[in-house]
């Protein structure tokens, strides 16, 4: 990188373009420190401060059109219910949380007045209680103001087990009450570091309670508002076609002053990911591609059309494998995946190694990933301190082969391994991509050397993707034996997002696969390393304890592939800041266009 380079580096960061983060992290590419990489901003006019401001424009309107393009279509537009982050990003255009989390991981106020702190008297200091306060003056899409009975109920709507809320988790272990008209207290039984769960980021939208209070428990999936949103965002409902398209106006009363700039937005659904990146990057057809998971050499070529670019944020993505721990070829009660099976192999540590061991991360990284992901063995990749620096990957059949071995499968004449009569004969899912399909065929010729036989199956993304209960081939279904997808730890903090290997949260016919556990793994001591840490008040014993509870996940069930990154395509003018801690249009109303 010259010093020409290094200039459009910065020029991007002052102009919104590109996070703090993101240059930090190319920099250290270099081999040049964090705090370097710092100085060289505030040398340049940059502070520390948050970029958003960096906002340009001097009044609301006036921007036009803006087009983004998602190419796993949304299917409903509750965040509540929104089990894909397809559905996450269509319902935060018009929903807000209380705050969100900005590319540093820090918490910024989005309709909250302030971050509650110690300092100022809104955290308490024994962890049992936070204070929120909201701005005055917002109103929701219809005129209503928003007040403190809209986040009491939220709180009773996510946590009722009838609701069925994807969100549950994270509402169930508090109680919120009202302080006056602008202000609530939520409450825990025990001491609680992570108190910025409910209310904040993707998890964290505010529901008014005017619209959905008649449809609260088992009519929830009646609203009407699940497909007409009403909420307080930049941008109000005009048309939703499930699985096609979102279109939205700005909202003459958002509460920001000069925002949002565009006068219109529409997000269109479908299509795949290369499609999508050459709809921003070589045709300028589209503003903002969502999610390129698009091989690197794909999108260098791309590029050179100069219509657009290639954004590149790392927060906490992780693409991984998950191996069922339940039976999906056997149905109890009507159910397959019960949780009153156990799978034939994957029960077994030992089969769960070997298949680790026959992942071959480098080339994948290499091969297929390039600068948009880091080959890794954790299931937590940030912020640093919940590192695990316990954990290795590495490619060796011959070590897989032995274990097999060891746990009593042994070859047939085909080469094919079998125990008491089963063949090890595996299904593979996951969602219609091609560097996914690329990586499903390396792991499936690298256990066919292992004597495991691999059915590969492809799922076309806004159905593995769905939030449908009906659907079978969902991913939170999960009626196979092994299956492959991202999911991005939208939070900077590992909390919610270990919520996936907890035994509680098991996904489930009863549940309608609202369960965040969706390998149904169970184990006694990760769920004691998880209570822990959720009361654990010191900051060192409480990394340490999630250190545990990664290296416990990744060593049975969670295969890590690659940390990935955010990779969206950027209009050539277009200023979109982004988080990699949170959803991709958590700054939507901080967008706008260079002249």
């Not at 081999?31 to 960096?54: E, F, I, K, S, Y």
């Not at 993505?317 to 149905?331: A, G, Q, R, W």
């Not at 390998?519 to 409480?542: C, G, I």
Request: charged share 25%.
């Amino acid at each position: 990188m010259d010093e020409r380079d290094l200039r459009g580096l910065i020029g991007r960061v002052k102009s919104g373009q590109l996070s703090r983060r993101a240059f930090v992290q190319r920099i250290a590419a270099l081999g040049l420190t964090a705090p370097l990489a710092g100085l060289m901003l505030a040398d340049n006019g940059v502070a520390a401060a948050d970029l958003r401001t960096a906002y340009k424009p001097a009044k609301a309107g006036g921007g036009g059109a803006l087009k983004l393009l998602w190419w796993q279509a949304p299917t409903l537009l509750n965040p509540h219910f929104a089990v894909g982050t397809k559905d996450q990003e269509a319902s935060r255009i018009f929903y807000e949380p209380l705050a969100a989390w900005d590319a540093e991981g820090n918490l910024v106020p989005v309709l909250a007045a302030a971050i509650p702190s110690r300092e100022n008297g809104a955290l308490a200091a024994d962890g049992r209680s936070v204070t929120w306060t909201i701005k005055p003056g917002v109103t929701w899409h219809d005129g209503k103001p928003l007040t403190a009975d809209d986040l009491v109920f939220t709180w009773d709507y996510a946590r009722d087990p009838a609701t069925a809320a994807v969100t549950t988790g994270s509402y169930r272990d508090c109680k919120v009450e009202k302080v006056d008209d602008l202000t609530v207290r939520v409450l825990f039984d025990k001491p609680t570091p992570y108190w910025c769960d409910a209310f904040v980021g993707n998890v964290g939208a505010i529901m008014p309670k005017h619209l959905f209070s008649p449809y609260a428990g088992a009519k929830s999936r009646d609203a009407p508002q699940n497909l007409a949103p009403v909420g307080t965002g930049p941008y109000r409902f005009v048309e939703f076609r499930p699985g096609d398209i979102v279109r939205a106006e700005r909202n003459p009363s958002y509460h920001l002053p000069n925002r949002p700039y565009f006068d219109t937005l529409e997000m269109k659904g479908g299509g795949d990911a290369v499609s999508a990146a050459r709809a921003v990057l070589q045709t300028g057809e589209y503003d903002y591609a969502w999610n390129l998971l698009v091989e690197d050499e794909v999108l260098k070529r791309l590029e050179t059309g100069g219509k657009g670019r290639v954004d590149v944020v790392f927060g906490g993505k992780l693409e991984f494998v998950l191996l069922n721990t339940t039976d999906p070829t056997v149905e109890v009660d009507g159910e397959k995946s019960s949780l009153k099976t156990k799978h034939p192999a994957f029960t077994d540590p030992k089969v769960c190694q070997a298949m680790n061991l026959l992942i071959d991360r480098k080339s994948i990284q290499d091969y297929i990933y390039g600068r948009t992901g880091r080959a890794t063995a954790n299931s937590v990749n940030g912020p640093e301190r919940f590192v695990s620096r316990n954990t290795s990957f590495a490619f060796d059949p011959a070590r897989a082969n032995a274990l097999l071995d060891e746990a009593g499968w042994t070859k047939g004449p085909d080469g094919i391994r079998a125990k008491d009569g089963r063949r090890l004969k595996l299904l593979f899912q996951t969602s219609i991509n091609a560097p996914r399909q690329k990586t499903q065929a390396i792991i499936k010729q690298a256990a066919s050397k292992a004597g495991i036989e691999i059915e590969l199956k492809s799922v076309t993304g806004s159905v593995f993707f769905s939030s449908d209960a009906a659907n079978p081939d969902t991913f939170p279904h999960f009626y196979a034996d092994m299956e492959m997808y991202a999911i991005n730890m939208t939070q900077a903090d590992p909390a919610t997002w270990m919520l996936q290997y907890v035994s509680w949260e098991a996904a489930t016919k009863e549940n309608k696969w609202q369960g965040r556990n969706i390998a149904r793994w169970r184990n006694t001591e990760f769920d004691a390393l998880y209570n822990a840490a959720q009361t654990e008040l010191d900051p060192v014993k409480r990394a340490a304890l999630f250190i545990k509870a990664n290296d416990l996940a990744v060593s049975q069930n969670v295969l890590p592939l690659v940390h990935r990154a955010e990779v969206s395509g950027v209009a050539a003018k277009l200023v979109a800041p982004r988080s990699g801690w949170d959803n991709d249009l958590a700054f939507l109303p901080e967008w706008s266009r260079d002249a």
